[in-house]
């Protein structure tokens, strides 16, 4: 099974400031990682596919960088709106076995 | 607009078989697309249980996969779970979501539904 751990588990930040999660993966998953957001009694959106790919819909403020296994989210001004948890995820393994990282919260300081 | 929405018993028994469906509206399932189901205990992070394709193929998380059975229904729209043996580890938020046909990520979700294990 590969494993996911993002950092650091809370993030506190200004709204307007920058805001940079990570994920990190026990081995290489190529660019097959996603990004999920998710607010208080809501299901998981799907916000960055193939490491660095926007969803449709998703502010340019949004972006994803990283392949193999180290990945990076970056908010590049935080609105109220994006204070939230956010999940990483890989789909590289073949049968799939997708796993998920334990998430970072995302609150405002 | 395609969506998905969970139904099923919010109170199943230790010991006992929790039974879920997703019916998708929107989109006929047998057009396409993996399907699948993930859970999150409350205040924890996300769990892929399994996912089907409209022909039947499945696959399951190695960790439940001998508890779990997805099934589809092409003709009312909708898949299905069914997880046998659960304890109060298993409650959990249960959400059924598509599978994007580029990756195996998640595009679009169902609201999810809250099951609780007690007796």
């Known amino acids: 099974e590969i494993v996911m751990t993002q950092s650091p588990a809370t993030l506190s930040v200004s709204p307007g400031e920058r805001a940079t999660l990570s994920c990190r993966a026990s081995?290489?998953?190529?660019?097959?990682l996603a990004w999920y957001q998710q607010k208080p009694g809501q299901a998981p959106r799907l916000l960055i596919y193939?490491?660095?790919t926007r969803a449709t819909g998703i502010p340019a403020r949004f972006s994803g960088s990283g392949s193999g296994t180290e990945f990076t989210l970056t908010i590049s001004s935080l609105q109220s709106e994006d204070f939230a948890v956010y999940y990483c995820?890989?789909?590289?393994?073949?049968?799939?076995?997708?796993?998920f990282g334990g998430g970072t919260k995302v609150e405002i300081k | 607009q395609v969506q998905l929405q969970e139904s099923g018993p919010g109170l199943v028994k230790p010991s006992e078989t929790l039974s879920l469906t997703c019916a998708v509206s929107?989109?006929?399932?047998?057009?396409?697309?993996?399907w699948g189901w993930i859970r999150q205990p409350p205040g924890k992070g996300l769990e892929w249980i399994g996912s089907i394709y409209h022909g039947g193929s499945t696959y399951y998380n190695p960790s439940l996969k001998s508890r779990v059975t997805i099934s589809v229904d092409t003709s009312k729209n909708q898949f299905s779970q069914k997880l046998s043996s659960v304890t109060a580890a298993d409650t959990a938020v249960y959400y059924c979501a598509r599978l994007n046909v580029v990756g195996w990520y998640f595009d679009l979700w169902g609201r999810g539904t809250l099951v609780t294990v007690s007796s």
């Open positions: 081995q290489s998953v190529s660019s097959n």
């Open positions: 929107g989109y006929s399932i047998s057009s396409g697309y993996y």
């Open positions: 995820q890989q789909y590289n393994s073949w049968p799939p076995a997708l796993t």
């Open positions: 193939g490491a660095s």
